[in-house]
């Protein structure tokens, strides 16, 4: 039976903050009109300083649902602090799959072999995820990583902020430091990824992100797929009006193919 096309906006308990008052992790849920349909769990970037929820969230989601996907949108902290906030990020966005997995049934998804979409500082805390084993949640079918932030240490202003507010004032001044290196604690255990990046990002140079993750998932034999696009600037989302326009239709045929 077809379903009202609307968002629910949940508060997943996370623990309690340094207060000790309850704390939660906002997720936003997008129903397509099909019972039954699989889920893709999208983290919008924002370089750690925000949470991008309108074009790498709420626009992923309306272009998921579309092609017949349910989309849960998580947040998580972010901002600026002495310690930074990659490692509280990923927690948060652990914490938001948990209860994606947990409540998609009850609202009409099916639970398996779903994707996650990452963009930018976004892909940087799935692949984080990836990187824990998704602390024991089932993995997804396909992680997609769309212009994504892998390396902290090589780029201009844009990465300096991304720097500063993932690893904070002190990881700023160290940004050789292996604990800021993402790339090295992943797994051949890592699902399938699909990556892509405009070759024109000037505020997150290919070579030292895009390029750098598929380098390293030949080494360690994930299987991997990796397009790039001429003239296509960096949160392009999903592409619109840029050469960039089909590649979730693209990324979504692979995930189909995974399923």
């Not at 049934?105 to 930018?120: E, K, N």
């Not at 993995?139 to 991304?162: E, I, N, S, T, W």
């Not at 990824?193 to 290919?206: H, K, N, T, V």
């Amino acid at each position: 039976m077809p379903r009202l096309h609307s968002s629910l906006v949940f508060s997943a308990l996370a623990g309690t903050d340094a207060n000790g008052k309850p704390r939660y992790v906002t997720v936003k849920f997008y129903p397509c009109e099909e019972r039954g349909r699989p889920f893709a769990f999208v983290l919008p970037g924002g370089a750690y300083a925000y949470v991008e929820w309108g074009p790498e969230g709420k626009a992923v989601a309306d272009a998921l649902n579309a092609m017949g996907y349910n989309v849960f949108v998580c947040g998580y902290r972010c901002g600026f602090s002495k310690q930074g906030f990659a490692a509280l990020a990923a927690e948060d966005a652990l914490i938001g799959l948990r209860f994606a997995l947990s409540e998609a049934g009850q609202l009409g998804c099916d639970t398996a072999a779903y994707s996650i979409v990452g963009f930018s500082a976004g892909a940087h805390i799935a692949l984080q995820m990836a990187a824990k084993g998704f602390d024991g949640s089932p993995p997804p079918a396909l992680l997609m990583c769309a212009y994504p932030l892998v390396d902290c240490a090589h780029g201009g202003a844009v990465v300096k902020l991304c720097r500063l507010c993932a690893y904070g004032t002190e990881g700023y001044k160290t940004p050789d430091s292996p604990v800021q290196n993402v790339l090295m604690p992943l797994t051949e255990d890592c699902p399938p990824l699909y990556i892509w990046q405009g070759a024109d990002d000037a505020m997150l140079p290919i070579e030292f992100n895009s390029i750098q993750l598929s380098r390293r998932a030949e080494e360690l034999d994930i299987k991997y797929f990796f397009k790039q696009y001429p003239h296509v600037k960096h949160g392009a989302g999903i592409g619109t009006g840029s050469d960039a326009e089909g590649w979730l239709a693209d990324a979504c045929a692979v995930w189909e193919a995974l399923r």
